[in-house]
Each structure stands twice: as C-alpha cells, then as structure tokens.
C-alpha cells in the first residue's frame, strides 16, 4: 500500500472592491494600505473613486521630502528619520522611490532592508515604489501613496527620492519640507549648483558629521548661501548643519527644525501656497498622463495627425491643437 500524496492547493486571496477598502484604509490598517498603494501604482479604473474619497479624507499630514546626489546616504538619514519621529511620538509614514527594476530590487535593496527594519523597531510604514520610467525623481503614483498614508493616520510622511541630477527636482512640487542631503568629499558643492538643488531646499543636512571633510562643506554651503543661492519663495533661512545618522549626533536638532519649519509655513502663510502650488503641478501632471495614456493606446486620431506630419501637410504645432480640440480640422 502506498502513500498518498498531497499537493497543497495555492490559497487564492479574494479581490477586495476599492471602495470596501476605504474604511479599512482609515482604520490603519495595513494590509489595506498595501492593497490601495498596489492598485494606484497599477492606474486600475476600479479604483479612481476610492483614491478620491481617501483624497477628501487626507490633507493633514506634513510631507518631508529628502532627496540629495546619489550616494550621499539618503537611505541612511530616513532610516534614523524614523526612529527619532517615532521617538517624538510621531506615527511616521514613508515613500520611497526606488530607481531599480520592480523585479529585481537592485542594488539598493540593502538600504531599503535597513529601513524595514526601522520601520518595524516602531511601528512606521515603508512603501518603496519603482520609478517605471517616470522622471522628476518621484514615481507616477508617489502622491496618491502619501494620499493613501494621509488619510489612515500617518504624519509625518516622508518622501525619498531617487538620487538627483539637474531635472530631478520634481519633490519641491510634492514636499511641505524639502531636506537636500550633501555627503562631504564627493564634491556635492559643485554638484549641488549643478543639479539645481541649492534652490528647493528649506533644510540642508551634510550626512556624516564625524567626518573632516563635512567642516568644509557646510563652510561651502554657507558660502553659497552668502551669494544668494537658495529659495526665494519663501522668508525661511534654510539653515545648514551638519548630522551623522550612524551616531545620531544632530539628529534631534534636525527633527526640531522639520517642526520649526512647518511652524513657520502655518504661520506665514506659506503652507497654504505651497499646498496650492501641489495641487496645481498634480491636476497638470495627471492630465499629461491621461493625454498620453490615450494616444497610447491606440488612438485613430494621432496617427492621422502623425501621417499629415511626417507629409508636412501641417506641422507639429497644429497636429497638437487639433489633438487638443483647439483647432478644427478642415
């Protein structure tokens, strides 16, 4: 008599409707958080109008943006971000926006562990979320993510960006608080003129503090800032000091001038503008994406417009108007 032998049956999970996940989104829960983040990165229709009612829902979260050059330790800083929040009695959320493949994880998965790890020490949310060829150093889905986390309780929520490079500012139109990250001795000082960072930050941080080499960069920062470099939207000094997220050393000082910021922000006035100029950028984004969307997909009306074109019937300024509506076609 033989054996019998069992295959075990892989457990289909039941798809939630968007909408039965609101709720439980409001409630903090995680496994409804994971869900709707999925569903908005993947642009599903079924879900539009649960990401507007969480939209209504959120608002009152602030939005720490970090971003900085590559290898300048941004990873690191977040990660010692969170446990000085949670520390403060914040319950910290986190989007970060990962350049690699979203099947292979690439070579910061490291990082992105570190964090995991930070996050569960207390009782933070990571969401790392592939960049999928979006440019502007966010995902296509980053503020419906910070939307999702907003409305379940989460503030602060802290946005990583991918490393930088001189059209990669796009976190200044996401961000209440925009922390630019500099490491000493890779030359971040020319670098960060180059990239353009120099101009959205509100909060300059040099990671490794234990370092000779981070002297010298604050100093170059502060010279930079003599000469005017730096946001002129706004009445904030951004000021600049110097951290080790290894040894803490700074950190606090760093979480009380996120708060002082988002003080002076409420009591400017400013918070408002900012939080109109990040409306704007997302209805102006998000129809973009829909324009493209469209004629991605197959649209008859481009393709004639690409032949009358490519035969110089009109030109390419005209094809777009007529895409447009705002030109009639004769």
């Known amino acids: 008599m033989t054996a019998a032998t069992f295959t075990k049956t892989p457990r289909r999970t039941q798809y939630v409707p968007s909408m039965d996940l609101v709720p439980q989104v409001l409630e903090g829960r995680v496994s409804a958080i994971a869900r709707m983040i999925s569903r908005a990165e993947s642009a599903y229709p079924e879900a539009a109008d649960a990401l507007a009612e969480l939209y209504r829902r959120a608002g009152r979260a602030h939005v720490i943006g970090v971003t900085g050059v590559p290898g300048a330790g941004k990873s690191t800083l977040v990660s010692a971000l969170i446990k000085a929040l949670a520390v403060a009695g914040h319950k ?70 991918v490393g930088v490079g001189q059209d990669e500012v796009e976190v200044v139109t996401a961000a209440h608080t925009v ?11 020319v670098q960060a003129i180059k990239a353009g960072i120099i101009e959205i930050a509100d909060i300059h941080v040099v990671s490794k503090a234990d370092k000779p080499e981070a002297v010298a960069t604050v100093a170059a920062l502060n010279g930079m800032m003599a ?62 994406q829909m324009f493209q969307r469209k004629f991605d997909e197959g649209d008859d009306g481009l393709e004639r417009h690409v032949d009358a074109v490519v035969c110089r019937t009109i030109g390419p300024t005209m094809a777009a108007r007529r895409l447009l509506g705002w030109e009639e076609e004769t």
């Open 92 to 161: 910290v959320g986190v989007v970060a926006v990962d350049p690699s493949s979203p099947f292979s994880g690439g070579a910061i998965l490291g990082d992105r562990v570190r964090m995991s790890d930070a996050a569960a020490s207390s009782g933070a949310y990571v969401r790392s979320m592939a960049t999928r060829g979006h440019l502007g150093g966010l995902a296509r889905a980053t503020l419906e993510a910070v939307d999702i986390l907003d409305s379940a309780g989460y503030s602060p929520i802290v946005i990583e960006t």
């Open 227 to 288: 000469l005017g470099a730096g946001r002129t939207d706004t009445r904030w000094r951004p000021p600049i000091m110097a951290v080790s997220s290894v040894s803490g050393q700074r950190l606090d000082e760093l979480v009380e001038t996120i708060s002082a910021h988002r003080a002076h922000l409420e009591e400017s006035g400013e918070l408002a503008s900012r939080r109109r100029s990040i409306a704007r950028t997302r209805i102006l984004g998000t129809a973009r």
């Open 179 to 189: 922390v630019v990250l500099s490491a000493p001795g890779l030359g971040d000082d």
